[in-house]
């Protein structure tokens, strides 16, 4: 079946910027998405990005989808204390409604 | 607008107990999904409905739980009887699919832990 993956944790110092990776085994996917997940939250949608397209921007955040390697990351500018959290990656299978989430990366900001 | 509204926030029950966690979806949205998330599984998926009909049910444990949507604005999620290892997170999220991103978006979650 299909599926996502991540690393689990990354550690970066406040300023710097973070590279959340990801990849998936579904060549039929239409859609790719990142969630964040805040403590005691649910997961809220970040930016979601269309197969047909490599990059995506919105503010500090940059998505880049490498469609022949399978290959979605996340690039996070200017990384702050209030960017700590669980980003979930997750693909929508071409045909279906259900996406397929990865387990999570937790990123951890320090000063 | 509101978004998808669970209750209750957090439930501590005691095992064997009956629990009933309960859904309200975006309004308008058409497709509803329960999921259940803990340390050692991650997210699962227990069952998605499309037009309040179960469309996979696949992910639900056993025959401990049992989900409805007897109209569009309503979902409950019910565990009879609880057992410590259903302490999860259960999340309930709602999308309208066919428009751009098919973007599902999540409640706050319910709490739950069985003792």
């Known amino acids: 079946g299909e599926d996502v993956e991540q690393s689990l944790f990354l550690s970066v110092r406040e300023g710097d910027s973070s590279v959340i990776n990801c990849t998936y085994t579904?060549?039929?996917?239409?859609?790719l998405y990142w969630y964040k997940q805040e403590p005691g939250a649910g997961l809220q949608l970040l930016t979601y990005i269309f197969s047909n397209m490599d990059m995506k921007q919105d503010q500090r955040l940059t998505v880049l989808l490498n469609k022949k390697d399978k290959h979605l990351s996340l690039r996070i500018a200017d990384t702050q204390t209030g960017d700590s959290a669980i980003y979930f990656c997750?693909?929508?299978?071409?045909?279906?409604?259900?996406?397929?989430f990865g387990r999570g990366t937790s990123l951890i900001v320090h000063p | 607008d509101a978004g998808v509204i669970q209750s209750p926030r957090h439930e501590v029950t005691e095992m064997g107990q009956e629990v009933t966690l309960r859904c309200k979806p975006i309004?308008?949205?058409?497709?509803l999904f329960w999921y259940r998330q803990t340390m050692m599984r991650g997210l699962e998926l227990l069952i998605y409905?499309?037009?309040?009909?179960?469309?996979?049910d696949s992910g639900m444990p056993e025959d401990r739980f049992s989900a409805k949507m007897p109209n569009a604005s309503f979902s409950t999620l019910k565990i009879q009887p609880s057992e410590p290892r259903d302490s999860a997170v259960y999340f309930c999220a709602s999308s309208l699919t066919g428009r751009t991103g098919n973007t599902i978006y999540f409640g706050e979650g319910s709490w739950l832990t069985v003792v």
């Open positions: 579904d060549s039929s996917s239409t859609y």
């Open positions: 997750a693909d929508l299978p071409g045909g279906s409604y259900i996406p397929t």
């Open positions: 309004s308008g949205h058409n497709s």
């Open positions: 409905f499309n037009n309040n009909v179960p469309i996979d």
